[in-house]
């Protein structure tokens, strides 16, 4: 179902800057929806239900930083709109940005070349001087699960077995030390786009600082992957112990399982 309120504001924003957008329509409608301004090559990504969880455009502007970094290095990424002031814009209480339009290749990424270009992006990552949490992730999830078992919205069972899970994997993370940087933070492949211009990575909200593991249990959790999540894996150059592996998918896990209770899927 459209989010009619998400369009107007893109729509809204989008025709105060001079943007004209005879034809918008919503391409999804998630936790966060996008708004394809048509005729213009700009998408609006506007806060859905994602700001329940979080509140307010720091996380946005977070993104916006990000995203133009590594534009700008050359790496392969959707970039923030030049059309017009990217944002995170404000209306009527929905926050909001603006990104380039990528017109969708109707084929299967090349998952090679995707792995490839997290590496790239990996690489220039190491060069934002921005400010990012740590491991982000795994303490949002953290925070959304005792918000859920807090206000009775999630089976009371099925909190308690994913806050088991949560302190097991505390006490066996903390006894890891493995170096940290600057990830994507949900590296899987449907948060890559299929272009003529090659695979682009999207959706950098979730960028923080932490063990390269992080990233490489977001691909290997892809939904549908594969084998193709395992050769955009071996792509990345990403290269674990299969045991520590094994506990990064396991948190990865976890997080899911408690964004997909917070979205009753």
């Not at 990504?45 to 133009?68: C, F, K």
Request: charged residues 25%.
């Amino acid at each position: 179902m459209a989010d009619r309120g998400a369009l107007a504001a893109a729509v809204a924003v989008a025709e105060r800057h001079g943007l004209r957008c005879d034809d918008a329509v919503v391409l999804r409608n998630q936790l966060n929806v996008l708004v394809h301004l048509r005729p213009a090559p700009v998408v609006a990504r506007v806060a859905g239900s994602i700001e329940v969880v979080r509140p307010g455009a720091t996380w946005q502007r977070r993104e916006l930083a990000i995203a133009s970094h590594l534009a700008r290095r050359g790496a392969p990424v959707v970039a923030p709109s030049p059309e017009l002031p990217p944002g995170p814009h404000e209306h009527e209480g929905r926050v909001l940005s603006f990104w380039t339009y990528a017109k969708p290749v109707d084929a299967p990424v090349d998952p090679v070349a995707a792995g490839e270009g997290l590496r790239f992006c990996h690489e220039v990552l190491r060069d934002f001087d921005g400010s990012l949490p740590v491991l982000s992730g795994v303490t949002e999830a953290e925070a959304l699960l005792a918000k859920l078992a807090a206000e009775e919205s999630i089976d009371g069972a099925a909190a308690g077995r994913l806050l088991a899970r949560v302190e097991e994997l505390h006490a066996t993370l903390g006894t890891l030390r493995s170096p940290i940087r600057p990830l994507h933070g949900d590296a899987h492949l449907n948060n890559v786009l299929n272009t003529a211009d090659g695979p682009l990575w999207n959706d950098w909200e979730d960028t923080c600082l932490g063990p390269l593991g992080w990233d490489a249990a977001c691909l290997k959790l892809t939904r549908g992957g594969g084998e193709r999540a395992e050769a955009a894996l071996a792509a990345s150059g990403i290269e674990l112990d299969p045991a520590e592996l094994a506990l990064w998918v396991e948190a990865r896990a976890v997080q899911v399982d408690v964004w997909r209770a917070f979205l009753g899927v």
